[in-house]
């Protein structure tokens, strides 16, 4: 369009000048003592827009020549960026395909020419650590570091994976508070902050965040129980020495936690441990209520050994008559018999006893029942019984 503007801006041009020449009959002189020059009005004309025409071009080919220089940096800083650019594209592919020499390679291009220094550094640095060369990675943290370009979480963040994978649990938790104290907390980092805690034994913490991110949906229902019951555990044999502090550790966990298996049977271990007899029978029943599990069904049997005999007697007439209210809805729990029979033994009612073992046994075979057998029988004077019963606990195990 623009040179069809032009042709037609020509054509236009000499169609005047024809049409000037033939009306008009005028002439230009120029005069400079002591000579005189005379030129017609139409060559004047034509004269002078060849010069200008002229003068134009000569003016812009001096401006092109004077800022060539100018042209030559900007395209060879053009160059740069897109030969950067494509450095990092390669070095994040070559990354993301395993093939971490060549990442690093590529990244390290892109650091001396990129327009983004930083993000190419930490980019070589997650390459150098898959390949073990940790020196090398933290002098390319340092470089990330100095580039500046507002890489700060990222930086800290790729730290807290390093330490992680080293498990270094310290210097990830440092990262990543560090991180958390400088901006908002997301998601992923609070992952991580979690295994950090966890690996560092941070208890408390862990079952903090555990809850919080279940409560966010962030992980897993089944995975925030388990580190809310691995956190529970540790938490109650820390204060396992201590009656006061285990007790307060205990009323301090939420009610539908107390009921969880495993920690209602760490509790009652260390309850009973702690000659809290009454509180252990009591962890034990609530949980047993809400869900049947054989673990805690055993422990319920186990009376502790320190009790004076009376104490023993009345303690086991307890969970005897607990024991004997579960066993219409249990009738064929092996295990629940056999606990009885052993509770039975302890009261000294040797008739019970006998009878709930038989019946666990007659359900299932275990070594343990054979055992109470055999000591029974031994207790009353049966030795043929009770070696019998010896012979087959040995067998089983």
Not at 104 to 112: G, L, P, W
């Amino acid at each position: 369009m623009r040179a069809l503007f032009w042709v037609l801006t020509v054509f236009a041009a000499a169609v005047a000048l024809v049409i000037l020449g033939r009306v008009g009959a005028g002439y230009v002189m120029f005069v400079y003592p002591p000579y005189r020059v005379e030129l017609s009005l139409p060559f004047f004309v034509v004269a002078s827009l060849a010069g200008f025409v002229l003068l134009y071009a000569a003016m812009r080919l001096l401006g092109h020549a004077v800022s060539l220089p100018t042209y030559v940096r900007a395209y060879r800083s053009r160059r740069r960026r897109e030969r950067a650019h494509a450095a990092l594209a390669a070095a994040l592919q070559a990354y993301y395909e395993g093939r971490y020499a060549r990442a690093e390679k590529e990244a390290a291009a892109a650091f001396e020419a990129g327009p983004t220094p930083g993000l190419a550094a930490l980019l070589a640095a997650r390459a150098a650590h898959q390949m073990r060369d940790f020196e090398r990675r933290d002098r390319w943290l340092e470089r990330a570091e100095e580039a500046g370009e507002g890489l700060q979480a990222a930086r800290l963040v790729s730290r807290a994976e390093f330490a992680l994978e080293e498990r270094d649990f310290a210097a990830a938790r440092d990262a990543l508070r560090d991180l958390h104290e400088a901006g908002p907390k997301h998601i992923a980092t609070t992952r991580m902050l979690l295994r950090a805690e966890r690996g560092a034994g941070a208890w408390d913490e862990v079952l903090r965040l555990a809850t919080q991110l279940a409560k966010r949906d962030a992980i897993s229902p089944a995975l925030a129980e388990e580190y809310k019951v691995q956190a529970n555990v540790e938490l109650l044999r820390r204060s396992a020495s201590d009656p006061g502090a285990f007790e307060r550790r205990w009323r301090g966990i939420p009610a539908p936690d107390q009921l969880q298996p495993r920690v209602a049977a760490a509790a009652a271990r260390h309850a009973t441990a702690l000659g809290k007899t009454g509180l252990a029978r009591d962890i034990l029943e609530k949980a047993l209520a809400a869900e049947w599990t054989p673990q805690l069904v055993a422990l319920y049997g186990d009376l502790p050994p320190h009790l004076e005999p009376a104490e023993r007697a009345a303690e086991a007439g307890a969970r005897i008559e607990r024991g004997e209210r579960w066993l219409p809805e249990h009738e064929r729990d092996a295990q629940l018999l056999a606990v009885l029979g052993r509770l039975c033994a302890h009261a000294e009612l040797w008739g019970k006893a006998r009878s709930f073992l038989e019946a666990s046994l007659s359900f299932e075979e275990g070594r343990g029942a054979h055992l109470d057998l055999a000591r029974l029988a031994e207790r009353l004077g049966q030795a043929a019984e009770a070696e019998r019963h010896y012979r087959r606990a040995a067998e089983l195990t």
